[in-house]
């Protein structure tokens, strides 16, 4: 009997402590899922990436001034930078929180389910993320990033980040091809659930990758370590054509879908096209006339806004728009030909890249085909370099000519002749032998092709090449330098103040950048 | 034991037969002196006899005594009282209740304990100090009554919540209320979230009543503060901010009586913002018709100008019905009672309309067995004024001094504006056109109306004398249907879910429906098997129990935006399009072992100890969710040594010691994994929301060391009960924003420590004490100190829901207090002067959020008074703070609006005493400032003026918290009727006055509302109404 009372007592503990983990488990969250498939997770991110790029264009590209705003002595045209604030500071979060642990969790469940194409895309995006975050930030956080267990993480240098970058890309090229080996699809309709990169185009997937090396390597060109044959290797085997250029999808229904150059997001009203541009659009850089010649570069009309008098005109530097108060001859929003207004209508029918859905690009067949021209003619082949540069004009061309919108990778419009870019690569603003070309002409050629969009693609090459004047002839030193500066150029932004200059100030001291002047610090990357 | 037993038995019938042939029977009736109840089981003895006897349930009692000889009448809690037998044969006595009395309190699980035995820091507050207050929220009776208690109401409106802290916040990211327990089960205080609500509002715009506030005062008969960590020891983390017993009243045996009592208030509104009348609307010194601030050129002289917010404050009624019936036997006692209130604010429209019915009943079902039970239903009806940005109270402080506010509608009864009528958003402070606050009350809704249902059981269960097995269960249910509307014509705004939560007025989103349905259950049962036995000089005992918790919160809300027909109050009214909802479920479960075991040493030395495991569901996830804590203390009554025991002075002296720990989970659930967020970019899907949890989440350790003595002189007339305790808690939980490369942008992580400290002191004493004449005070002294020693490596954190206005917010530093107020300052060089822009004149803001002050009290003092005179009563509180400073946001919002009276001085050229920001200002020598302005042409002056100007500091008050003057009608008034058995009435003054030397209106005012956690806004001044000043009277009868 006693033996009986003990042994139910005994049960009953046991089967207590083991209800207990039963009784306790209700602490999954039923308001929010906490796991999604990796085909939920992807298009967020990918729309994150376009964000950080452009949200940080709005400033980079004063930097390359590729435009400047309307107001003289603007921070950013100054090359200055807005203390306690978050401008500019966009990249840092695409890199950590748009990509961060949502990639984290992408793989975990690709990962389980063995799904290698979205494994690789993953390491495909962070690569891309680490090295255009590394060319904007120089010292990032790698090797501590997304630790639960940390309150405070320390910086690495550039080198570090173009090391991770080569790294994951590495990573990218074995799951994507691993993916292609396990099913034999070069284009899964499960990747494209999610992809609205390359709707699950995995040997697109591996063009970019190659692209993302060819441009790690020619970033550091600078250095004795540079390999002009492994930017010709990578470039061989990255983008064949326009459609194979890396840009997201916009869908183009509201503002949160919409692309940042569209009419909806309203994003550029204070942005003025800059007079470098019109400059090297006009001939005046090319040719070494005085007088512009609206006939000679078909992308004049597509790529930028004559005033209303029909002149093109653009902000120099510093010193912001002296015919601001004048509407005939005030330089126009950036594509509202002779508009004195921002145009707000929204449209899918505007030029260039100016629609609503049209794809956000990250890095194009022209820019790769430069990254070659570059690279070759550092190693001497210049001959080699022509051609490359001949084809990255062609290939920007036709670009301009048929901006891609929605899901299609290349558009139809057909706004420039062949005949146009038949004339224009026979006229003088193109070199047509190898003895003639300069590495002017490759940087400016790039310069235009990268309009817009690739501000920060520019500004790298600007920077590599400490703002040379001889390289880009069009830029000017603003008259006007942000006082902290102390006379000197920018070149590296700081990361994004909410995120470090509050919560993470001793490992930024580590390296300076708690200085009034670290944004005139050079990068690892331009460093010999 | 049994032998023992047999013995005691035999020992007194002896001395029964031994005294018995010399005396003679005395019988009487033994009654409460405070209400002339029968009191059943006093013990009744022969003074230097062992000849006793008790009470019987009609408080009758019967012995025998020799002429002469003296009896002696003891109760727990009463003052003993002794009689002289002489020639009378009946001697009827009436018990006092104790002033200090060693009672029993009722410390854990409905279990009483001898305050003797306690080791830890406990204070008693009877319910008839609480319902003299007449207050509608017996939260803040208990202010200035507890020592360590810091009390907040949020406003003077109707069913305004408050917030309750004891011994001050050990988690910065945390809950620090209290846990609440009525009769040994856990009910809810928590008040609804506005996050939750569709709108994701921050808990400024609204408030919403703390759900103990429900609780009937006249129910309450008395109220146990178990300060500090001691009390989680029991009751788990949830009780880690200590624990507050509420013993409610039962049913007392013998003859049946029913009380009924009642109150009238009237409550007015007293200290205003002072706002200036001499200069009119403009900016720059120009007239304005679109900018509503007062910058404007002085008024003509002669110009009729209105206090508008004097204008549209009124006299707030209030009525009270209480209605108690009560009866028993040996076997049987049950009292139903009722309430019935109804209280109307001082600002129009708003009411809070109360009604509690309640049940409770105990029966001895065999002389073992015994059970009682209680059920308590509340219906509140809560209308409410909005508070904060564009809440009434700021409307009608913004409204033009030129301007009868009163004047509200235009004749076809549609709102009158005083701006040009807009169409889009504004934001700008000068150009909204704030709501008329008359208008704002009557076409803007807010309304909470609740049903609830707490019922409670306790079973015990004797089976051998030296063992006792107890069962509590509660329910406690309660719905809320709340009911916000902001009509088109309104130029108040809150956050709309179809901006990205951004604010929104009323006019652009064509009127805002923001409704929730809340479904509150929290259940929780406990099983203690308690063995007490005495080993010789050792008294024992050993109580093992388990408890378990189950608590859900749903809130499910609706909201809508464009009105088809113009303010007709409906959801269904809105555009489909604009229709969202959501759904927030909480499920909390904690599941608990406890042991406690007390050993007492010839009633002299008392060692207790307590043992909690917990596994609680918030931290199911991580390796930690279940988790040990022990506490341990022991006391020392040093007056029961034998040189002191019977020492005429010192009467009873106690020191105790104690430690205890408790392991602290998060403040809500679903912390464990980070969640996903739908997205609203291309081909949609999730993403992670920007607040990372975190896997790896431990329980934050509190551990507190806590020592105190219990001293009593002259026999209880004068007492005092000092603690001093220290806090320490570690592994904090909170959820601060750190850096991007965490993968979030806030994230809940284990970081920093808190470290408390602090004295209090309680001190009673009774200077006067005649036959007729009685005078009793009470001194509740309070002194803390709470300082964040770390927070894991980062600099700041704050809680971004008290960012109420402009650049000022309730935020924490390494080092700094944990209610440390932070804000913007000037900017200043190296040399610490003030910067000052070249091209204005006027001085710039650092833009950094600095340590700009403190809320935290250097002392507060409760001093408390009560005077009888036969019939005649007469008590009062008055509070003494000295010290903490407060955020006087309406201040800064008149001084930015040009209302403020410190902008009257406009017309005089200031140089702002400074250095010029020239490139120079950190060089040897700096170009002193000589740009001069004249605000009136300026008025960036005020419009740019710096926050930290605004936080005021060293506040010291002197409050009459209460007064009350009771008068119970002689007998010999009642004599010749046969209805009323006992009648009195009497008068009460809540609030009378408030002597400070803050400049604003009240310093005792919350920013957010109590649903805020880590220190909250309390003292931040911004658009609140104050508690108004109330006078009530009514008569209590017994039948």
């Known amino acids: 009997m006693k033996n009986l009372k003990y042994s139910i007592l005994t049960l009953l503990t046991v089967a207590t402590v083991s209800s207990c983990k039963k009784y306790l488990d209700v602490n999954t969250n039923p308001n929010a899922p906490v796991t999604a498939d990796a085909s939920a997770l992807l298009p967020p991110i990918q729309a994150g990436m376009a964000r950080g790029v452009w949200f940080d264009t709005r400033y980079i590209g004063a930097y390359a001034q590729v435009w400047g705003t309307a107001t003289a002595n603007n921070v950013w045209d100054t090359e200055g930078y807005l203390p306690a604030s978050d401008s500019n500071g966009e990249m840092w979060r695409t890199v950590y929180f748009s990509l961060g642990q949502n990639v984290l969790l992408m793989w975990q469940d690709a990962q389980a389910k063995q799904k290698w194409d979205y494994v690789g895309v993953g390491y495909a995006m962070r690569a891309w993320a680490w090295q255009t975050g590394g060319d904007i930030y120089d010292h990032m956080i790698v090797k501590e990033a997304y630790d639960p267990s940390k309150l405070t993480f320390d910086y690495d240098d550039g080198s570090v980040v173009y090391a991770k970058v080569v790294e994951e890309c590495q990573l990218a090229l074995n799951y994507l091809n691993k993916a292609i080996k396990t099913d034999g699809l070069t284009n899964n309709p499960g990747l494209a659930k999610g992809d609205y990169i390359y709707s699950g185009d995995r040997t697109k997937w591996i063009k970019f990758v190659y692209a993302i090396l060819a441009q790690n390597q020619i970033h550091i060109s600078n250095k004795s370590t540079f390999s002009a044959d492994k930017v010709v290797k990578y470039v061989d085997s990255s983008f064949v054509s326009n459609a194979d250029n890396a840009g997201v999808q916009n869908a ?56 209303k008098d029909g002149v093109y005109r653009g902000v120099v530097g510093s010193n912001g728009d002296p015919n601001a108060a004048d509407a005939n001859a005030l330089v126009p929003w950036l594509f509202a030909d002779g508009g004195t207004t921002y145009p707000t209508t929204a449209s899918k029918t505007q030029r260039y890249i100016y629609n609503d859905d049209a794809r956000g690009q990250f890095m194009t067949w022209a820019e790769v085909l430069f990254f070659k021209a570059e690279a070759l003619f550092k190693k001497g082949d210049a001959p080699g370099a022509l051609a490359a540069y001949t084809d990255g004009i062609k290939a920007s061309m036709d670009f301009v000519s048929n901006p891609p919108q929605a899901a299609n990778f290349t558009g139809t419009q057909g706004r420039i002749t062949t005949a146009q870019i038949n004339a224009y690569l026979a006229g003088p603003c193109v070199r047509k032998t190898a003895a003639t070309l300069t590495l002017a002409d490759i940087m400016q050629q790039k310069y235009i092709a990268l309009y817009v969009w690739g501000a920060l693609e520019a500004w790298v090459d600007m920077r590599k090449y400490n703002y040379d004047t001889n390289i880009f002839q069009g830029y000017s030193k603003p008259a006007v330098i942000y006082p902290d500066n102390g006379g000197k150029q920018v070149y590296v932004v700081r990361p994004r103040y909410n995120s470090e200059y509050i919560w993470n100030i001793p490992a930024l001291e580590s390296f300076g950048a708690t200085k009034p002047d670290y944004h005139t610090t050079k990068p690892w990357f331009i460093l010999p | ?335 139903i009672s009722a309430s019935m209130r109804n209280t109307n604010g001082v600002l129009p429209v708003a009411y809070n309309d109360k009604l509690s019915l309640r049940l409770s009943g105990s029966a001895k079902i065999s002389p073992k067995f015994t059970s009682t039970a209680s059920f308590n239903y509340f219906n509140v009806d809560n209308r409410k004024n909005n508070k904060g940005a564009t809440g009434t109270y700021l409307n009608a402080l913004a409204w033009p001094t030129t301007d009868d506010a009163r004047n509200y509608e235009n004749p076809d009864g549609s709102r009158r504006l005083i701006l040009p009528a807009s169409t889009t958003n504004v934001t700008a402070e ?143 009214n809105t555009t489909p399009t604009t229709q969202r909802t959501s759904d927030y479920l909480k499920r909390v479960r904690y599941m608990s072992g406890i042991a406690r075991a007390s050993v007492v040493y010839k009633e002299m030395l008392t060692l207790n100890a307590t043992a909690r495991r917990e596994g609680s569901s918030k931290l199911y996830g991580t390796a930690d969710y279940s988790y040990f804590y022990p506490s341990v203390g022991a006391n020392f009554i040093f007056t029961e040594l034998p040189g002191l025991k019977e020492n005429k002075i010192l009467t009873y002296g106690k020191i105790r010691a104690s430690y205890a720990e408790v392991g602290k989970d998060p403040a809500a659930p679903y912390k464990i994994f980070s969640t996903l967020l739908q997205q609203a970019t291309t081909g949609g899907g999730f993403a992670y929301d920007v607040t990372g949890n975190n896997p790896a989440l431990k329980p934050e350790r509190d551990k507190e060391f806590d020592l105190g003595a219990e001293l009593q002189f002259f026999n209880g007339r004068l007492g005092a009960d000092i603690s001093y305790y220290q806090y320490r808690a570690t592994n904090q939980i909170f959820n601060p924003r750190l850096s991007y490369a965490s993968g979030y942008i806030l994230e809940y992580l284990n970081g920093g420590e808190v470290r408390n400290h602090g004295v209090e002191v309680s001190l009673t004493g009774m200077p006067v004490k005649t036959k007729d004449f009685t005078w009793d005070m009470t001194l509740n002294f309070t002194a803390a100190r709470g300082t964040v020693q770390s927070l894991g490596g980062l600099p700041e954190y704050y ?110 050229p200031v140089i702002v005493p400074g250095v010029l920001k020239d490139g120079n200002e950190n060089s040897a020598t700096p170009t002193a400032n000589t740009i001069q302005v004249t605000p009136y042409n300026q008025n960036g002056y005020y419009t740019g003026a710096i926050e930290s100007d605004f936080i005021e500091h060293n506040i010291r008050w002197l409050r009459m918290r209460d007064v009350t003057l009771g008068y119970r009608l002689p007998a010999s008034l009642l004599g010749h009727q046969k209805v009323f058995k006992a009648a009195s009435v009497f008068v009460t003054g809540t609030d009378l006055f408030l002597i400070t030397n803050y400049t604003g209106a009240d310093p005792e005012v919350n920013g957010t509302n109590s649903s805020t956690y880590g220190s909250g806004a309390a003292g931040f001044d911004y658009g609140t109404l104050p508690t108004p000043r109330t006078i009530s009277f009514g008569v209590k009868v017994t039948l």
């Not at chain 2, 009348?277 to 002669?302: K, M, Q, W, Y």
């Open chain 1, 252 to 307: 183009g229904t509201q503002s949160g879908d919409s692309n940042f150059w569209g009419a909806t997001r309203g994003n550029l009203g204070l942005f003025r096209q800059s007079d470098y541009i019109v400059r090297l659009l006009d001939g005046r850089i090319f040719t070494g006339s005085a007088t512009p010649d609206y006939t000679l570069d078909p992308r004049i009309k597509q790529l930028i806004s004559a005033s």
């Open chain 2, 1 to 335: 034991m049994k032998k023992s037993l047999l013995f005691f038995f035999l020992g007194l019938c002896c001395s029964i037969v031994q005294t018995y042939a010399q005396t003679k029977a005395i019988t009487g009736k033994v009654t409460s002196a405070e209400d002339g109840f029968p009191l059943p089981g006093v013990t009744v003895k022969v003074k230097g006899t062992t000849n006793g006897t008790q009470t019987d349930a009609t408080g009758m009692y019967k012995i025998s005594a020799a002429s002469g000889s003296v009896l002696v009448y003891t109760f727990l809690g009463m003052e003993s009282t002794e009689r002289t037998v002489g020639d009378a044969s009946a001697i009827n006595v009436q018990l006092k209740e104790s002033a200090v009395a060693l009672k029993e309190v009722n410390v854990s699980f409905g279990v009483k304990q001898s305050s003797r035995d306690l080791t830890s820091a406990v204070q008693t507050i009877k319910g008839s100090e609480i319902q003299s207050t007449q207050r509608e929220n017996f939260l803040n009776a208990l202010n200035g009554r507890v020592a360590g208690a810091t009390i907040t109401s949020t406003s003077g409106n109707p069913g305004a919540s408050s917030a309750i802290v004891l011994r001050g916040i050990n988690s910065v990211g945390g809950n620090n209320s209290p846990l609440f327990v009525i009769d040994g089960v856990r009910v809810n205080n928590d008040p609804v979230d506005q996050a939750l609500l569709t709108s994701n509002g921050a808990n400024r715009s609204a408030d919403f009543t703390n759900r103990i506030a429900d609780l009937n005062p006249d129910d309450i008969e008395s109220v146990t503060v178990l300060k500090g960590a001691d009390a989680a020891a029991v009751y788990g983390s949830s009780a880690s901010g200590g624990a507050i017993v509420i013993t409610t009243r039962k049913g007392r045996t013998g003859a049946g009586a029913i009380t009924y009592d009642n109150s009238f208030s009237f409550s007015t509104a007293y200290r205003f913002p002072e706002v200036q009348t001499t200069f009119g609307i403009g900016s720059n010194g120009v007239p304005s018709s679109t900018d509503r601030r007062a910058f404007g050129p002085a008024l003509p002289a002669g110009t009729t100008t209105y206090q508008n917010l004097q204008n549209v404050v009124q006299t707030g009624h209030t009525q009270v019905h209480n209605i108690a019936a009560e009866g028993g036997n040996d076997v049987a006692t049950y009292r």
């Open chain 2, 430 to 572: 000068g150009s909204v056109d704030f709501d008329n606050p008359l208008w704002d009350i009557n076409h803007n809704f807010s309304r909470d109306k609740t049903n609830r249902v707490v019922s409670t059981v306790d079973l015990s269960y004797d089976p051998y004398k030296w063992l006792n097995v107890r069962a509590l269960g509660g329910i406690d249910y309660a719905t809320t249907a709340g009911n916000n509307m902001i009509s088109q014509f309104s130029s108040s705004y809150q956050n709309s879910p179809l901006s990205g939560f951004a604010g929104t007025s009323g006019i652009a989103a064509g009127g805002i429906i923001d409704n929730y349905n809340d479904n509150n259950t929290q259940l929780n049962g406990s099983v203690f098997a308690t063995a007490k036995k005495t080993f010789g000089d050792f008294r024992t005992s050993l109580a093992v129990g388990a408890e378990l918790i189950s608590n859900s919160d749903d809130v499910n809300g609706f909201y809508g935006e464009k009105f088809s027909q113009p303010d007709f109050n409906s959801v269904n």
């Open chain 2, 799 to 908: 809680n971004s829901d008290t960012w109420l206005y402009l650049n000022v917010r309730s935020s924490v530093f390494p080092g700094s207090s944990t209610s440390n107020i932070a804000s913007y300052s000037y900017a200043r060089n190296n040399a610490g002067q003030i910067l000052i822009d070249p091209t204005s004149g006027l001085p710039i803001s650092n833009a950094t959020f600095v340590v700009s002050g403190d809320r935290q009290p250097k002392f507060s003092i409760g001093y408390g008074n009560h005077f009888t005179y036969k019939g005649l009563d007469l008590s009062f509180l008055l509070d003494f703070r000295n010290g903490g400073d407060i955020f006087n946001g309406n201040e800064l919002f008149l001084t930015r609006y040009g209302l403020s009276t410190r902008t009257l001085n406009r017309m005089t």
